[in-house]
């Protein structure tokens, strides 16, 4: 394995941590019956999640529909009260804040959602939709002040201020996605989760997007966590970048180092299912397709979520749970067979 | 090979408040037997009318097929009865697509729908019916198919929809499936399956097949021939090598720059298309793409090019053409 190449933005540095996530688990109770509702069972969302992003950095978060990368971002955003773990920013505890400090620290916490259509109100025009968490959490009372940031944010997504009266379902999803954008920047945050925030956009408006939210980070010194399923995106915005598989982060490492050199079966998997835009290198690869489908996140299967569908599962698979080994400098795989 | 299907100078219009929708404007493509041609081309272009235009899925109001052919095995679709083109959809050709849950009959089980095509379209019994249900059930990679074939759409996964559907589309032995965005809503694991299991049994049994997407990867693994669509126009065509390693149409060309490679690591910021897509109730008299092209010359507001052709095989929509190959040549 040759050195790994240079990559055309600077990591952060990895010893400022901005926020960190601590044996995070979120399991949401299953009930059944209609009058004396009775759980019967959880729905394991997250179980069990450690990672830390440092301060300027992107890091990628990355599985299949129903792993609980949303579910993980929510938790972040305290829009979601864990079962076990906790989520520290700048060091501090969000759990054991007071309602004031709450408050602040919500400002400072944004989110970019997937879907522009029904993430901003229809009825607001679009100056209001980006004027109100000003308004709510107070830091520009003044209209008139708040009309001139609304118009600077504007700008600064790259829409036309005269947009300021506009409604949402007079823009294209594009520009809807540059509303939710100005809308979370308001605030000046340090941190925002990037849920899917390209994935229903065009082809040719999603390089646009891409790009705008690469000039921000770099603008504002922002530090994003990107969930995404296209794969290619994630390799092109990120640092480094988590994979989950049922609730667990299966793998982590520098972006690079993680498609060039990916370790645990299920990445390698989820790797060489993505098709490349070229006949050629496609005509040259070999396409091991995974058997199966994922299990249900209620009765996940014993020892290794993943054993079922492994090649590379042997008895202990079914029998207990890896925990990530550091494989590699950063280079973190929750594998006893690799 | 022989042609299969012949698409000649089709148009689709839709009758809106805004105005009248352009959405299929004269396009025209043929696809040889038991090959697979792919219509690629950003969202609102004209795809999936296009495709429901050969099935004659269109509603009216508010859309008609206003003009055109579509020929195949010897007819001219445009021109059948709606009893002779029920009899084409489901025997002749069939269709797969975005969301199986739409085509498929939510109150009907998985078995009886696909007895019931079979019965209808090959008139077999209802025993021989059931034999061939568990065999196609099998064959598209469902376990256990007896069981299976009792149970209701809504009891399946996404990608277990998706296989009866295939098993659906293939039922009746056609010679052509469209496949809309087969595999839009499905993860990657099960879009590659899905993909691999619609190539092996089309190569295996035959069939042609026209697969709609938008996902370039997808055009490049599965893809003999590709149309580029755009604006309701198809403006290149080619062998799918040539499109994307020597694109001539400057859209064609923007829309591969645009998308990052996960196989390589990152270079540089990626070099978007530009601007807006058309409105197609407003396209005029030239090139639709010129608002947004870097090659825009004086001609391309008067005009529109015709697909001409740029290297054996390969036709392109441009007047500039040349000067697209020649930049692209320097700049790699
Ligand atoms: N409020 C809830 N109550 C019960 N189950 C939930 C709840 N929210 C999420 N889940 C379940 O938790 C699991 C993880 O969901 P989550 O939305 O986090 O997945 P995801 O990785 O974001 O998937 P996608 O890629 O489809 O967005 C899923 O099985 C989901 O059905
Ligand atoms: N029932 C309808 N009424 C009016 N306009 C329609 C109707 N159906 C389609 N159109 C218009 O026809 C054009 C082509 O639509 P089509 O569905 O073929 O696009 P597409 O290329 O399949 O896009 P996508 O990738 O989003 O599926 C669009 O501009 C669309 O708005
Ligand atoms: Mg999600
Ligand atoms: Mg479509």
Redesign the interface.
């Known amino acids: 394995m040759s050195a790994m190449?240079e990559?055309?933005?600077a990591a952060p540095h990895a010893g400022d941590i901005l926020l960190s996530v601590r044996g995070l688990k979120m399991h949401f109770p299953v009930y059944e019956g209609a009058l004396f509702r009775k759980v019967i069972g959880h729905v394991k969302a997250v179980d069990g999640v450690d990672f830390d992003i440092r301060r300027g950095e992107t890091l990628g978060l990355v599985g299949?529909?129903g792993c609980g990368k949303t579910t993980t971002g929510r938790c972040i955003l305290q829009l979601e009260r864990p079962s076990a773990g906790e989520i520290l920013f700048n060091g501090k505890n969000l759990a054991e804040l007071d309602r004031d400090a709450m408050r602040a620290m919500r400002s400072r916490i944004q989110v970019i959602f997937q879907d522009p259509y029904s993430s901003l109100n229809p009825r607001m025009t679009v100056g209001d939709i980006i004027g109100e968490p000003m308004k709510v959490h107070g830091t520009e009372p003044d209209r008139a002040k708040r009309d001139r940031r609304v118009r600077e944010l504007l700008h600064t997504v790259g829409l036309n201020p005269r947009f300021a009266d506009r409604y949402p379902h007079e823009m294209?999803g594009?520009?809807r996605q540059r509303v939710g954008i100005a809308r979370a920047l308001s605030l000046q945050p340090e941190f925002i989760v990037c849920d899917e925030a390209i994935s229903a956009l065009?082809?040719?408006?999603?390089?646009?997007i891409?790009?705008l939210l690469?000039d921000l980070r770099d603008q504002f010194n922002l530090t994003y966590l990107f969930i995404a399923?296209d794969?290619?995106?994630v390799?092109?915005l990120c640092h480094r970048v988590a994979v989950m598989y049922l609730g667990k982060v299966v793998e982590l490492a520098e972006?690079?180092e993680l498609?060039?050199n990916p370790m645990h079966p299920y990445t390698r998997?989820?790797?060489?299912?993505?098709?490349?835009?070229?006949?050629?290198?496609?005509a040259n690869r070999p396409?091991q397709?995974?058997?199966g489908?994922?299990p249900s996140p209620i009765n996940p299967p014993s020892g290794c979520v993943f054993h079922p569908r492994c090649t590379l599962a042997v008895d202990g698979c079914k029998m207990s749970i890896p925990g990530l080994r550091e494989l590699r400098p950063g280079h973190w795989v929750a594998c006893t067979e690799v | 090979m022989a042609t299969l299907l012949e698409v000649e100078n089709l148009q689709t219009q839709f009758l809106t408040s805004a105005g009248i929708v352009k959405a299929v404007d004269g396009i025209s493509y043929d696809v040889e037997e038991g090959e697979t041609v792919a219509i690629v081309g950003e969202s609102g272009c004209g795809k999936s009318v296009g495709a429901l235009s050969i099935m004659r899925l269109i509603p009216w109001p508010p859309g008609r097929i206003i003009g055109g052919a579509v020929h195949f095995q010897g007819k001219d679709l445009v021109k059948l009865s709606d009893a002779e083109m029920r009899h084409v959809r489901g025997r002749q050709i069939g269709m797969v697509f975005q969301e199986p849950m739409t085509s498929l009959n939510p109150v009907l089980t998985i078995g009886l729908q696909l007895t019931e095509t079979m019965r209808h379209h090959l008139g077999v019994t209802q025993e021989d019916a059931d034999k061939r249900a568990v065999d196609l059930l099998g064959m598209v990679g469902i376990s256990d198919p007896a069981r299976r074939l009792k149970q209701y759409p809504h009891h399946l996964s996404g990608g277990m929809r998706q296989r009866v559907m295939i098993a659906l589309a293939l039922s009746c032995e056609p010679k052509l499936i469209i496949a809309d965005e087969p595999t839009t809503a499905l993860d990657v694991t099960i879009q590659a399956q899905i993909l691999e299991l619609m190539k092996g049994l089309t190569r295996r049994l035959g069939v042609a097949l026209i697969v709609i997407t938008h996902n370039l990867g997808v055009v490049a693994r599965y893809a003999d021939r590709v149309n580029v669509m755009y604006a309701g126009k198809i403006i290149e065509r080619g062998r799918a090598h040539d499109i994307y390693h020597r694109p001539s149409h400057p859209y064609t060309l923007a829309l591969l720059k645009s998308v990052p490679r996960m196989d390589q690591p990152r270079k540089a910021k990626l070099d978007p298309v530009q601007g807006q897509p058309p409105d197609l109730t407003r396209l005029d008299a030239g090139c639709a793409f010129r608002p947004r092209c870097a090659y825009r010359a004086e001609r391309c507001e008067r005009e529109f090019p015709s697909l001409d052709t740029v290297a054996p095989g390969h036709v392109a929509a441009c007047f500039e053409t040349a000067r697209v190959t020649r930049l692209e040549k320097v700049a790699s």
């Open positions: 190449p990559r055309a933005f299949e529909s294209s594009g520009q065009d082809v040719s408006i999603q390089a646009q891409i790009n690469e399923h794969l290619s995106v390799r092109h972006c690079d498609f060039d998997a989820l790797l060489n299912a993505v098709p490349i835009p070229d006949p050629e290198v496609e396409h397709v995974i058997q489908e994922v």
